[in-house]
C-alpha cells in the first residue's frame, strides 16, 4: 500500500553536494522510521541514514560531518543532504520506510527503487 519514489541523484565533481529526497504515497497514517541506505558495486547494502517522527537519527560513520537527513511529515518525505563528496561515495542510493499496518499489527519495511549518485575525481 506504500510506494516510495527517491530523486535527486546525479553527476558530480569530488568535494561537490546533492540533495537527495523521497516521497511516500499510500496510506501514511502509521508510518514511522524512514531513511536512506546505499549500495555500490561489488558492495552490500549499508544504511546511511535513518531518522524517526520526532527526528531521532542514526548516521552512518563514514559519512557523519558530510550529511544532514530530515523530514516533512505532513509531506510523506525525508531528504538526504550530501556534502563534500567523495569518489567512494559512488552508488545507488535508496529510500527504505517502515509502515504499521494497524488492521493487522504488523510492522512492515518499503524500498524505493533507488537514485544514482556519481562522483567524480
Known amino acids: 500500500q506504500v510506494q516510495l519514489v527517491e530523486s535527486g541523484g546525479g553527476l558530480v565533481q569530488s568535494g561537490g553536494s546533492l540533495r537527495l529526497s523521497c516521497v511516500a504515497s499510500?496510506?501514511?497514517?502509521?508510518?514511522?522510521?524512514m531513511g536512506w541506505y546505499r549500495q555500490a558495486p561489488g558492495k552490500e547494502r549499508e544504511p546511511v541514514a535513518v531518522i524517526n517522527r520526532s527526528g531521532r537519527t542514526t548516521l552512518a560513520d563514514s559519512m557523519k560531518g558530510r550529511l544532514t537527513i530530515s523530514r516533512d511529515n505532513a509531506k510523506n518525505s525525508v531528504s538526504l543532504q550530501l556534502n563534500s563528496l567523495k569518489p567512494e561515495d559512488t552508488a545507488v542510493y535508496y529510500c527504505?520506510?517502515?509502515?504499521?499496518?494497524?488492521?493487522?499489527?504488523?510492522?512492515?519495511?518499503?524500498w524505493g527503487k533507488g537514485t544514482l549518485v556519481t562522483v567524480s575525481s
Open positions: 527504505n520506510a517502515r509502515v504499521v499496518d494497524t488492521s493487522i499489527f504488523v510492522l512492515t519495511g518499503y
Open positions: 499510500g496510506s501514511m497514517s502509521a508510518l514511522t522510521v
